[in-house]
C-alpha cells in the first residue's frame, strides 16, 4: 500500500505538532509527504502533476490544523482545482474509485468538548461529513478520523502513544483491528531485532512478544465465549 500525505499548514515551520508528525514518519518508499503550501507558494497548483500523485497512491491522507471546523484555504483551493470532473467523478472520472481518503486533524481545543454539551457542541464525525460526502462522492473509503487534540500539552508518554498510533494509522491496513495493530506491533519487535546487539535488549524484546501473545490468546477465549453465548 503506498500513503499520500497531504498537508496544508500556512506556517508550517511554526507548527511543534506538524514538525513531530513528520519526524514520527518512517523512512519509507511507500509514504510520500506533500506539502501544499511550500510546493505551490503563489498558489498556483500544477493540477496534472497532483492528479498523477493521486493515481499512484492507495491511500489518501489530508492533513491539516482543524481552522473553524474545516481546512485552511489552500487545500479546498487543491480539491477545487484537482478533483474536477471525469477525474475524480462523472462520467468517466473514476481515478480515485476504491482508494482510501483519511484525515489526520490537529485540534487545539480538548476532546471533551467536541460532544453534545461541550462548549463545540459537535463531535468530530459531524463535523467531518464534508469529507464523508467527498469520499462517497469520489467512490472512496472514507477512513476513521485522526484527531490529535492539545498537543502543546501532551506529556512525554502521551506522545509516544501518538507517534505510534500515527505511524499505525498511515501504513497499516484495517487501522481499528486490534488483531492487525498486534500483528504490527510484532513486525516492528521483529525489525528491532535484526538492528540490535544486546543481549539484554534482546531478551526485553522476546518478553514484549511473549506478552502480545499472551493477550492475543485471552482475548480469542473471550470472542469464542461470546461467540457461544449469541449461539
Not at 508550517?12 to 518512517?26: M, V
Not at 460526502?133 to 478520523?145: D, E, R, S, V, Y
Not at 486490534?178 to 524484546?205: C, F, G, M, N, P
Request: proline share 3%.
Amino acid at each position: 500500500m503506498k500513503t499520500l500525505i497531504i498537508i496544508s499548514h500556512p506556517d508550517i515551520q511554526d507548527s511543534s505538532s506538524q514538525r513531530f508528525l513528520q519526524e514520527s514518519l518512517p523512512q519509507s518508499v511507500d509514504i510520500t509527504v506533500h506539502h501544499l503550501e511550500a510546493v505551490y507558494p503563489d498558489g498556483k497548483i500544477d493540477i496534472q502533476r497532483e492528479q498523477q500523485l493521486l493515481r499512484e497512491h492507495n491511500r489518501i491522507i489530508f492533513q491539516f490544523p482543524f481552522y473553524w471546523y474545516s481546512s485552511p484555504a489552500m487545500l479546498k483551493h487543491w480539491q477545487d482545482e484537482v478533483l474536477a470532473e471525469n477525474f475524480a467523478y462523472g462520467a468517466r472520472g473514476r481515478s480515485l474509485q476504491g482508494k482510501e481518503l483519511g484525515l489526520v486533524l490537529v485540534i487545539g481545543v480538548g476532546e471533551k468538548e467536541y460532544q453534545v454539551g461541550g462548549t463545540e457542541g459537535f463531535s468530530i464525525s459531524t463535523l467531518t461529513t464534508p469529507y464523508q460526502a467527498l469520499a462517497n462522492k469520489l467512490q472512496m473509503t472514507f477512513l476513521k478520523p485522526f484527531p490529535i487534540f492539545q498537543f502543546q500539552y501532551m506529556t512525554e508518554h502521551e506522545k509516544m502513544t501518538l507517534l505510534l498510533s500515527y505511524q499505525q494509522y498511515v501504513t497499516m491496513q484495517n487501522y481499528d483491528s486490534l488483531r492487525e495493530k498486534e500483528k504490527w506491533y510484532l513486525q516492528q519487535l521483529a525489525k528491532l531485532k535484526i538492528e540490535v546487539d544486546s543481549d539484554h535488549t534482546l531478551l526485553v524484546i522476546d518478553q514484549m512478544e511473549e506478552v502480545i501473545e499472551d493477550h492475543r490468546m485471552e482475548l480469542d477465549e473471550i470472542q469464542m465465549y461470546i461467540d457461544g453465548e449469541v449461539i
